[in-house]
């Protein structure tokens, strides 16, 4: 295991964790406080609907804030006091939670944040509202309390698709998100998105898409919930109605994971399950262990060998099966050395064996050697020669190799008018089959994204079915002229 693979986390987790992330930027334990501050929704009121969402409990989802009968400061320190006792040194977010926490005027609003920052160690403010709930005046004073402490606004998305949100009663469509996001953004404010697993009728596919979606946008956290049904809801007068699928916790668990490994490495996973008030809960009853769904969603990583952000180049794939497959004493091939990225890769894997390496462009062999010793590396030999002549150098390595790696296309930042061909790769597949012992691969990255590549992509996939040779292809993308991976094994 990579350290490097998992460096927002302090506790071993494979994705970018909120108490890291607080760690690293304040120094300190910070713990966010949640607050009632007695705040309506104009999805209630009428303004933009009646009802609320429909999943919405009656406490505004805000089930574990404090008593809102209380003043904030009192509700503050009844969470505080209990946490001084095991963290006497902690620094704290006042987390206005319930309902739409800028539905008001702005003097109101001024009135409830400024008391919560006025509590000693109160590092900052997270606030949890809709994106049509915002009005101009507000989005200014945001903007001037964020020069002036740490500030995050959550908002609630829930999903893209927009016939799911008219299901569920958002009365908003995903334009106002976007807009609110890029205001937000445009002064300089944290935003953190909130998203539901499992929503009516929606598919896995779905739930990935919305995730896609939010790569491009510029947020800083995300949240995930897994849709829980609680009692005295409409949510929970359509299931009885229409018995719509729950996920089981085993598809959960897989959805979040594909969500971790599609989701951008730089955004703050806040939340990863639900946490259901477990007295109104009707479905899922797994969700009341949370911990175990924590602990499942760690162990299917794990087990996949995978991480935030993994689907986001194929190399990842790549260097996966390297990692798995690859041991130190080994003898490998890098048939196409480029600037020796992952020349220098194998190299490090391999670093009581051998790598050797081809490539027909001297630049490539020079950005290599220098790449190679600038790295202290001294396992390895280069050949400025076609991959399509790999038996010729290395007769004497038939059936003991065991990987040759292909990563085809042109230099990066070098000449792109010269390209791998389809020709020579296919030759070069050939001498890789003869030089890889019987547990060996061949690994080929494939780009179609230029015209010589498409063809390139379509003659080994030829060549290939035609031989009956056996391979697996790996997709991180539908991107249809995005790179990907094939996979040869003679077992």
Not at 62 to 78: E, M, N, R, S
Not at 239 to 261: N, R
Not at 401 to 418: H, Q, R
């Amino acid at each position: 295991m990579k350290i490097n693979k998992f460096k927002y986390t302090n506790s071993n987790k494979r994705y970018y964790t909120l108490d890291y992330f607080y760690r690293n930027k304040f120094n300190s334990k910070v713990f966010k406080v949640s607050l009632n501050a007695g705040f309506s929704c104009p999805n209630k009121d009428g303004k933009v609907g009646y009802g609320g969402c429909i999943y919405c409990s009656k406490l505004g989802s805000g089930d574990f804030a404090g008593d809102v009968l209380k003043p904030l400061t009192d509700q503050f320190y009844d969470v505080r006091d209990i946490i001084l006792k095991k963290w006497p040194n902690s620094k704290y977010i006042g987390y206005f939670q319930a309902n739409t926490n800028t539905y008001a005027d702005i003097d109101t609003l001024k009135k409830k944040y400024e008391e919560v920052l006025s509590i000693e160690n109160v590092i900052g403010l997270n606030i949890a509202t809709r994106p049509d709930s915002i009005s101009l005046e507000c989005y200014d004073y945001l903007e001037e309390l964020s020069k002036r402490t740490y500030l995050t606004i959550e908002l609630g998305l829930q999903t893209i698709h927009e016939n799911t949100s008219k299901l569920i009663n958002r009365c908003h469509d995903l334009d106002c998100f976007v807009v609110c996001v890029n205001e937000l953004r445009k002064r300089n404010i944290n935003v953190v998105v909130h998203i539901i697993n499992g929503l009516p009728y929606e598919t896995k596919e779905m739930m990935l898409e919305t995730i896609s979606f939010l790569n491009k946008l510029d947020i800083q956290g995300i949240k995930i919930h897994m849709l829980h049904i609680l009692k005295d809801t409409a949510l929970a007068n359509l299931y009885e109605k229409e018995k719509f699928h729950i996920l089981t916790k085993e598809e959960y668990v897989d959805i979040v994971c594909d969500q971790i490994e599609l989701l951008r490495e730089d955004i703050v996973i806040n939340r990863i399950t639900g946490d259901p008030n477990s007295d109104d809960l009707i479905e899922p009853t797994w969700l009341v262990k949370k911990f175990g769904v924590l602990n499942e969603i760690d162990m299917e990583l794990e087990r996949r060998n995978t991480y935030q952000g993994y689907r986001k180049t194929i190399l990842n794939y790549v260097h996966n099966l390297i990692d798995s497959y690859i041991k130190p004493n080994d003898i490998v091939v890098d048939a196409t050395i480029g600037n020796g990225n992952d020349t220098l890769y194998l190299s490090n894997i391999v670093n009581s064996g051998k790598v050797f390496g081809f490539d027909i462009q001297k630049q490539a062999i020079d950005n290599t050697t220098s790449l190679l010793e600038e790295n202290s590396c001294s396992n390895y030999e280069l050949f400025l020669d076609s991959h399509s002549n790999m038996t010729k150098h290395l007769s004497n390595y038939l059936g003991k190799i065991s990987l040759v790696l292909f990563n085809l296309g042109y230099l990066p930042n070098g000449d792109k008018t010269i390209t791998t061909n389809y020709e020579s790769t296919i030759l070069a597949i050939e001498d890789a089959l003869k030089l890889i012992h019987k547990m060996g691969m061949i690994l080929l990255v494939i780009y179609p994204g230029h015209e010589n590549g498409r063809l390139e992509s379509i003659k080994i996939h030829e060549y290939l079915d035609n031989n009956n040779i056996n391979y697996i292809e790996y997709h991180n993308t539908d991107n249809k002229i995005a790179p990907y991976l094939i996979e040869i094994k003679k077992k």
